[in-house]
């Protein structure tokens, strides 16, 4: 064990230095508080602990212990103090030091018990550290673990979806992967658009509620059929709702309002409101509340352009897939009607980026 003694009389130096070294320590020397500061940067986790004088030349013992705390904060410092002048060892202990004895240092028992006291202290801090430290990364793995599992949750609640659709996969993971990149170029921070990307695949749950002749029709839905295929974000707004009860979860999923305020677990609140609104419209003729322009959460706006974008590019039961260019005009001649414009442009400047994705997660 390394112990740093900073003195400016040599014969005293010597002799902590000898009985140190009877005790099986190793010493380093400093005749005043600069030397004994550069011995310490020299090895910072080195020294495990310093014994200083206050009154020295070039750099007195205050000035040590101050550069000392703030590099090392951990490595315990006794302060030497001459009989008479107790009031600036006390003074140097408020600056971080941990403890001090008076000088003639008679005894050296009372180095030794000084010193093993300020030694165990620093193992227990130490320790305690590690233990928090220990503690900390198990919390985070348990966290990570957590989000993994609802997160896979939410996934596989998307695939059951699209099962029920006859659609792939990869459909959500498009709408999901581009909406995280359209939230990024609308200013959203990091996290929200993370959070984004994991919930945009969820915004169709609701169709596991509507039924197969109306979901899988191939011709055109009729007036009453279509009334039901609206349910759709009602449904999946409730799927994702409260687990209060059915009724709860209605009367909340009637409200966008009520949607917008309620609490809980941020992935689930998205969830919710991008299921119930990503049909919305930006002049006011979507469903199912006729929300008009920004009263439709950002989100919902993003998710509704790449939601068509890739519905017009792939095949449906109705429909076959439209061109690129094709795509591309009808999502320019919707903006300002059916979609946010300020959106419609975000998707153009970063078309090259989307069409990659498309690529990569490609039916």
Excluded at 135 to 163: C, G, K, N, P, W
Aim: net charge negative; glycine share 6%.
């Amino acid at each position: 064990m390394i112990i740093l003694i900073i003195d400016d009389e040599a014969g005293l130096r010597r002799s902590l230095t000898a009985h140190l070294e009877d005790l099986e320590h190793v010493t380093i020397e400093a005749a005043n508080g600069q030397e004994g500061l550069e011995a310490l940067l020299a090895n910072p986790t080195g020294i495990a602990a310093a014994v200083v004088d206050l009154n020295m030349p070039v750099m007195d013992g205050y000035t040590f212990i101050r550069h000392a705390v703030a590099e090392v904060p951990e490595m315990p410092i006794i302060v030497l103090s001459g009989v008479g002048v107790v009031e600036d060892a006390l003074a140097a202990m408020r600056m971080g030091a941990w403890d001090f004895i008076t000088k003639p240092l008679h005894n050296m028992d009372i180095l030794d018990m000084t010193l093993d006291k300020v030694l165990e202290r620093a193992r227990l801090l130490r320790e305690n550290r590690q233990y928090q430290e220990n503690l900390e990364q198990l919390v985070r793995a348990r966290t990570h673990e957590l989000e993994d599992a609802r997160r896979q949750v939410m996934h596989r609640l998307s695939r059951a979806a699209e099962y029920k659709d006859n659609e792939t996969g990869r459909h959500v993971i498009r709408v999901g992967q581009i909406s995280r990149l359209l939230g990024r170029a609308m200013g959203m921070d990091e996290t929200a658009c993370e959070l984004l990307g994991d919930c945009a695949p969820l915004h169709d749950v609701g169709k596991i509620g509507i039924p197969d002749d109306v979901l899988l029709k191939p011709g055109k839905l009729t007036k009453a059929e279509w009334a039901v295929m609206r349910l759709h974000c009602v449904y999946g707004c409730e799927i994702l709702g409260p687990l209060d009860s059915k009724d709860e979860a209605r009367r909340i999923c009637s409200d966008p309002h009520l949607v917008l305020a309620l609490e809980g677990n941020e992935q689930m609140r998205l969830a919710r409101v991008l299921a119930l609104c990503h049909h919305e419209r930006w002049d006011g003729n979507g469903y199912p509340f006729g929300l008009v322009g920004e009263n439709i959460p950002l989100e919902a706006r993003i998710v509704s352009v790449v939601d068509v974008y890739d519905a017009l590019c792939s095949d449906r039961p109705y429909k076959e897939a439209y061109s690129q260019e094709e795509a591309a005009r009808l999502l320019r001649e919707g903006a300002g009607s059916q979609f946010d414009p300020a959106v419609v442009e975000a998707f153009f400047q970063h078309e090259a980026e989307i069409l990659a994705i498309r690529h990569r997660w490609h039916d």
